[in-house]
């Protein structure tokens, strides 16, 4: 459910805030880095529109990925924006896949209201080998496993956990099979990761990344609007509609309800430009896609480039480990702890931690992949 004091974009509104006048608040410079909330109420529809600049480019140049490794993260980083941005009384949201391809693992890592941080572990050789023939695809990429999505509720609070498999396919599918499966609302998404080059006011060659997502959902009044089809989860009926995209098969989209069928069709048409480029607001696309029918914006979330590493964090953390990983870890008596976020290095001496004072064993031991309790 969005909140917070909404407005409906008319023509004139639009039109007004395009041009510079006394509406260009709505298209100005704050564009980037949000989740707009919005409402379409002859549909029954509500989403939000997620627009990453700095933050998104801060995010994907500190890390030294291959690009198709650095888009895929990208498209991570918006999925969890607009999954996250649409939940009441949560604190943390995390997406991760764990797969078998070359990019063997994602996380994006939101902690509510809005601060953002993403990592990734992937084969660098066999994706550039990839890259260069022309098969780095994200299925490729990805290849078998699952997408996990983890909920903390409150500060320290309880955690929930959905899952969802991932065969071979696109973030957008397997988020559409998630609604699907475990929500049962029908869902569109659409994701975008894009370069974006220019020249800076002194003539140099400037280089940014730029992404954005849509997500609508309908969400009627009258439950029995949202009919299933009597169909294994996963099955794709003989009768699809006509006209539909193949990425939405299965997809959620089995109600035939004609207001869906019309939201879901025009959010389908959203091209990636229009997710990514910076003179098209949220405000802007989503007249494009319903002016006809009227839609309502909320207040924006502000989305920030922000790794909530620290030191004590990690010496929490450090704490959690027994004398011999201590050990193990230990170079020249001192251990050295990089955050997979925001590449920062932690210094510790390894006689002066807990775990080596005590020799205790102890739980929580530390696995591969990013310490996401940073």
Same mark, same amino acid.
């Given at each position: ?46 989403? /939000? ?11 994907? #140049? /500190? ?44 996380? %994006? ?11 990734? !572990?992937?084969?660098?050789? #066999? ?11 994200? %299925? ?32 957008? %599918? ?7 499966? !475990? ?25 940014? $990344? ?25 099955? %794709? ?22 207001? $869906?069928?019309? #939201? ?16 098209? !607001?949220?405000?802007?696309? @989503? ?56 590449? +920062? ?7 002066? @931690? ?10 929580? /031991? ?7 309790? +940073?």
């Amino acid at each position: 459910m969005v909140h917070g004091i909404g407005w409906e974009m008319t023509r004139k509104q639009t039109a007004v805030a395009m041009n510079g006048g006394p509406g260009a608040a709505l298209a100005g410079s704050g564009d980037a880095d949000r989740a707009l909330p919005f409402q379409v109420d002859q549909l029954e529809v509500r989403g /939000r529109v997620v627009s990453l600049g700095p933050a998104i480019d801060a995010i994907l #140049a /500190r890390h030294d990925y291959p690009h198709p490794v650095k888009a895929l993260l990208g498209e991570a980083c918006v999925l969890a924006a607009l999954l996250a941005t649409s939940l009441k009384d949560v604190s943390r949201f995390i997406l991760q896949t764990q797969t078998d391809g070359p990019v063997s693992m994602l996380v %994006a890592d939101i902690r509510l209201p809005g601060q953002l941080r993403a990592t990734a !572990s992937c084969e660098a050789a #066999a994706v550039t080998a990839l890259a260069e023939a022309g098969t780095a695809d994200t %299925a490729t990429l990805l290849g078998k496993g699952t997408l996990a999505m983890t909920i903390e509720q409150g500060h320290g609070g309880q955690r929930y956990q959905g899952f969802v498999p991932l065969d071979h396919e696109s973030l957008e %599918a397997a988020a559409h099979t998630y609604f699907h499966r !475990s929500e049962q609302i029908p869902t569109r998404i659409r994701l975008a990761v894009s370069e974006m080059f220019d020249r800076d006011e002194d003539g140099k060659a400037r280089h940014q $990344w730029r992404a954005g997502g849509i997500i609508g959902q309908f969400m009627p009044e009258a439950e029995d609007r949202i009919r299933h089809r009597d169909l294994p989860a996963g099955d %794709a009926p003989d009768d699809m509609p006509a006209g539909l995209p193949e990425d939405l098969q299965g997809a959620g989209l089995e109600t035939d309800d004609e207001a $869906w069928m019309e #939201a879901a069709a025009l959010i389908g048409t959203v091209a990636d430009d229009e997710l990514t480029d910076p003179a098209v !607001s949220p405000e802007r696309l @989503l007249f494009r896609l319903f002016h006809e029918r009227g839609v309502r914006v909320f207040r924006p979330v502000r989305l920030e480039d922000n790794c909530t590493c620290s030191r004590a964090r990690v010496e929490k953390v450090l704490d959690q480990m027994d004398v011999g990983e201590i050990a193990d870890a230990a170079v020249g008596g001192e251990i050295e702890v990089r955050c997979e976020f925001c590449g +920062l290095r932690y210094h510790f001496d390894a006689d002066r @931690l807990p775990g080596a004072a005590d020799g205790e064993a102890k739980h929580g /031991r530390i696995q591969g992949g990013p310490l996401t309790n +940073l």
